[in-house]
């Protein structure tokens, strides 16, 4: 998918609500481990471990998997819906 700045690839999307690992329990899983998303939603990730969120207002950024701690949230698109649009094959 063509992101703001750049290109990213998604790996798979994380259950909504059920399966083995809902977003509600990745949620705690992190919180417990002393991350905290910041009113962000995690709902994909790469294949390199890096997530997916969903902010508040609807813009999308991901997080690489090394740098969870600093909060380094990189903008990816600024809606869900654009960040939908945004997907090609090559």
Not at 49 to 76: D, M, Q, R, T, Y
Request: net charge negative; glycine share 8%; proline share 4%.
């Amino acid at each position: 998918m063509k992101g703001i700045q750049h290109v990213f690839t998604i790996n798979g999307f994380n259950p909504i609500k059920y399966g083995l690992l809902p977003i509600e329990k990745i949620i705690q899983d992190y919180k417990e481990s002393g991350i905290v998303f910041d009113k962000k939603i995690p709902f994909a990730y790469d294949n390199g471990g890096n997530i997916f969120l969903l902010s508040e207002e609807g813009s999308v950024h991901i997080i690489e998997a090394e740098f969870l701690k600093n909060k380094n949230f990189i903008p990816v698109s600024e809606s869900f819906t654009e960040f939908l649009n945004s997907f090609y094959n090559e």
